[in-house]
């Protein structure tokens, strides 16, 4: 295959719902989708900067510059080849990469004639996804907790990472509202102590939470080390691995019990594949979960989810709350995100205006 051409645009897309974590809150999803066009194909790809990856609207504009001036006319067999190749354009900035790189999957899973899954070796079309609820009120909370699961969601994320005892009570209330059998994670946004994050997974035993997410900030390896060892519920890595590099270094510190994937922090699914072979490797189950992201990259971190046996958990949810989404084609069935079964990533794009 060779790279004819490379179109690229961005989107601010409202919010249905501010959304609001331990690092900040926000009423927009920016967003950066990029057409690779080759034999008459076309591939589709988006991205979404973050202050995880130190990226900002301005730097994925000038840093898609530099990628589409480096990838004309690239020839390639498999998409890693231009993973290595943005590499060497361009350090960093791993939403821009990721935009690029999820178009060059779909181009290549549509040239195979196969939905993206199992152009990657999986073979099951659906996994269940939880629904987030962001840090409010506790009444607020409660009342998108019994929504989203009435809706047919059967996993719940919840963040915290502000207040322990208001997020415990929260965490307790909702567990009231919606029964025993909806599973929780539990995402502290690295907005505790490492003291805090213990004493509130200790408090929180009872509520049976399936994961404690980030707790602390990502350059606590340390306090991340102890509570891999003495939480009882148990630990996942997300802002603190990025790199197939940073995955290493938790493994070497016994710094968690499990990782969170996401295209947009890794460079998109080719370095995302790197990053859960060292945590396989490591027996660190893995969840694929987002950004800010609308329809078209949701379904790429599902297809890759979807080919990885050591995906564990589904966190993509992002683009329910979405005012507008140019992007659409998922389908969700009982609780499951589905995996569209056209050739590539299966989603339709209708661009605004």
């Not at 939480?231 to 691995?241: F, K, T």
């Not at 990259?297 to 958990?313: M, Q, Y």
């Amino acid at each position: 295959m060779q790279i004819e051409l490379i179109e690229h645009a961005s989107l601010t897309i409202p919010r249905k719902e501010r959304f609001t974590i331990a690092r900040g809150s926000s009423e927009v999803a920016e967003t950066f989708w990029v057409f690779i066009h080759s034999g008459g194909l076309t591939g589709q790809g988006c991205g979404a900067p973050s202050e995880v990856t130190h990226e900002t609207s301005m730097t994925m504009k000038e840093s898609l510059k530099t990628l589409v001036k480096g990838l004309k006319d690239f020839e390639f067999h498999q998409p890693h080849e231009v993973a290595d190749r943005m590499d060497k354009l361009l350090p960093g900035n791993p939403s821009a990469k990721a935009a690029v790189d999820i178009a060059v999957h779909d181009l290549a899973a549509q040239v195979a004639g196969l939905p993206l899954y199992r152009y990657l070796g999986g073979s099951r079309d659906r996994m269940i996804t939880d629904m987030t609820i962001g840090i409010m009120s506790t009444r607020d909370a409660v009342d998108r907790a019994v929504r989203w699961t009435k809706q047919g969601f059967r996993a719940l994320k919840i963040k915290v990472g502000k207040d322990p005892r208001a997020d415990l009570e929260r965490l307790r209330d909702i567990r009231a509202a919606v029964g025993p059998e909806i599973e929780f994670r539990v995402d502290g946004n690295e907005g505790y102590t490492w003291g805090q994050a213990l004493s509130f997974a200790r408090a929180a035993r009872e509520l049976n939470v399936a994961i404690l997410e980030q707790p602390v900030p990502a350059v606590d390896v340390e306090g991340m080390r102890v509570l891999a060892e003495s939480s009882p519920i148990p630990v996942m890595a997300d802002e603190m691995v990025l790199t197939p590099e940073d995955a290493k270094k938790v493994r070497w510190a016994n710094a968690a019990k499990a990782v969170n994937l996401k295209l947009m922090k890794h460079g998109g699914i080719s370095r995302a594949m790197e990053v859960d072979t060292i945590c396989a490797s490591a027996g660190y189950r893995t969840m694929v979960g987002c950004m800010s992201e609308p329809t078209l990259s949701i379904a790429a971190g599902l297809h890759f989810a979807l080919a990885s046996p050591n995906v564990r958990w589904l966190d993509l949810d992002s683009h329910f709350n979405l005012a507008s989404d140019p992007s659409s084609g998922l389908e969700f069935k009982r609780g499951h995100l589905v995996a569209p079964s056209k050739p590539g990533l299966g989603i339709n794009v209708q661009w605004p205006g």
